[in-house]
């Protein structure tokens, strides 16, 4: 302890005197009011340098929306999209949540397909949209992709050229959809099955945009693929008609036309198919990220722990264990 002591007798970690030390050592608290001023100055220097590093940070917004499955009864119900055979006057429940009467609903396809390839290759036609996605791969001067440069893309090309590969400049629809996979997050709420969809950049117009058309171009693909199904059965259904001779069979098959066309007709309206924009996406017009207000504290606070692990490692170092408490731990062990 006195060794420990005098290390922190210099001016910077002087205590002048105040508390004395025999209170404490009384209490067991010598190595840590002795080089408080160590403590303190790692916890301001790590808040600097958090305040620093978040000065060049680019601040950046997050656009949030909430969608839901689309209502099957109540007012605002499209009705069902399926018929159970051989009873038309009782369609077939559509669950949008659940396991029992359909494992994969409209709803659940429509959240794989916002960050798939299929949807990827739609938004890669939109303009505007791949720039803003890949900004260090973007020349806005020659508006032509490159490999990114500094030194984080010499190092990607080194050790893709260690590989015998070479990075990629243009985007395709597997690498937007990855992008689109890392950087929108899905979130559940609670126990319903409404989602939340976010998605962060330092553009807040464009994160908005992003949302309502990832959102659209999904539930557009679900009607197209649903009117594609029905007008499918349709026309075989058509078919079957023109060779079945049979009353009984004329008349089934007559009932299940009515009901496909219902609900190719339904397919049709101009309304959400798959999933309903409960909350629009919206984004605040100050940026939420970075955060200083958690970020400068826990830099404090990791600055405050690693000034109180060198001290009590210090401690440790430099005050080895007497013999007899040595001599006893290694009886301890050979037991």
Same mark, same amino acid.
């Given at each position: 302890?006195?060794?420990?002591?005098?290390?922190?007798?210099?001016?910077?970690?002087?205590?002048?005197?105040?508390?004395?030390?025999?209170?404490?050592?009384?209490?067991?608290?010598?190595?840590?009011?002795?080089?408080?001023?160590?403590?303190?100055?790692?916890?301001?220097?790590?808040?600097?340098?958090?305040?620093?590093?978040?000065?060049?940070?680019?601040?950046?917004?997050?656009?949030?929306?909430v969608?839901?499955?689309?209502?099957?009864?109540?007012?605002?119900a499209?009705?069902a999209?399926?018929?159970?055979?051989?009873?038309?006057?009782?369609?077939?429940?559509?669950?949008?949540?659940?396991?029992?009467?359909?494992?994969?609903?409209?709803?659940?396809?429509f959240?794989?397909?916002?960050?798939?390839?299929?949807?990827?290759?739609?938004?890669m036609?939109?303009?505007?949209?791949?720039?803003?996605?890949?900004?260090?791969?973007?020349?806005?001067?020659?508006?032509?992709?490159?490999?990114p440069?500094?030194?984080?893309?010499?190092?990607?090309?080194?050790?893709?050229?260690?590989?015998?590969?070479?990075?990629?400049?243009?985007?395709?629809?597997?690498?937007?959809?990855?992008?689109?996979?890392?950087?929108?997050?899905?979130?559940?709420?609670?126990?319903?099955?409404?989602?939340?969809?976010?998605y962060?950049?330092?553009?807040?117009?464009?994160?908005?945009?992003?949302?309502?058309?990832l959102?659209?171009? &999904?539930?557009?693909? =679900?009607?197209?693929?649903? /009117?594609? *199904? $029905?007008?499918? %059965?349709?026309?075989?259904?058509?078919? #079957?008609?023109?060779?079945?001779?049979?009353?009984?069979?004329?008349?089934?098959?007559?009932?299940?036309?009515?009901?496909?066309?219902?609900v190719?007709m339904?397919?049709?309206?101009?309304?959400?198919?798959?999933?309903?924009?409960?909350?629009?996406?919206?984004?605040?017009?100050?940026?939420?990220?970075?955060?200083?207000?958690?970020?400068l504290?826990?830099?404090a606070?990791?600055? &405050?722990?690693?000034? =109180?692990?060198?001290?009590? /490692?210090? *401690? $440790?170092w430099? %005050?080895?264990?007497?013999?007899?408490? #040595?001599?006893?731990?290694?009886?301890?062990?050979?037991?």
């Amino acid at each position: 302890m006195t060794e420990l002591g005098a290390v922190f007798n210099l001016p910077l970690f002087r205590t002048r005197g105040w508390p004395p030390r025999s209170i404490l050592l009384s209490f067991g608290l010598f190595s840590f009011v002795a080089g408080w001023r160590l403590v303190v100055l790692l916890a301001v220097t790590t808040t600097l340098l958090a305040a620093v590093v978040l000065r060049g940070l680019p601040s950046e917004h997050t656009a949030q929306m909430v969608v839901g499955p689309i209502a099957r009864t109540g007012a605002s119900a499209m009705g069902a999209r399926a018929v159970a055979a051989g009873r038309s006057d009782m369609p077939l429940s559509v669950l949008e949540f659940g396991n029992g009467d359909e494992t994969l609903s409209d709803f659940s396809r429509f959240i794989e397909l916002l960050s798939s390839p299929t949807i990827a290759a739609r938004l890669m036609i939109e303009p505007g949209i791949l720039p803003h996605l890949f900004p260090e791969r973007w020349d806005q001067a020659t508006a032509r992709w490159h490999t990114p440069g500094g030194v984080g893309g010499w190092l990607r090309a080194a050790v893709l050229g260690l590989a015998g590969r070479e990075d990629w400049s243009e985007p395709d629809a597997d690498i937007v959809s990855r992008q689109l996979r890392r950087m929108v997050v899905v979130q559940s709420l609670g126990t319903n099955p409404m989602r939340r969809l976010s998605y962060r950049d330092s553009d807040r117009a464009f994160a908005v945009i992003l949302l309502q058309r990832l959102t659209s171009l &999904a539930d557009s693909h =679900l009607r197209e693929e649903a /009117a594609r *199904r $029905a007008n499918a %059965e349709i026309g075989f259904i058509r078919a #079957r008609l023109a060779a079945v001779q049979s009353a009984d069979s004329r008349r089934a098959l007559v009932e299940l036309l009515g009901d496909q066309e219902r609900v190719a007709m339904m397919i049709g309206v101009d309304l959400p198919f798959a999933a309903d924009p409960i909350e629009p996406p919206t984004a605040s017009a100050q940026a939420d990220w970075p955060n200083p207000l958690i970020i400068l504290p826990l830099a404090a606070a990791a600055g &405050a722990g690693l000034g =109180l692990f060198l001290l009590f /490692a210090y *401690r $440790a170092w430099r %005050e080895p264990p007497r013999p007899g408490v #040595r001599r006893r731990a290694l009886e301890t062990v050979a037991e």
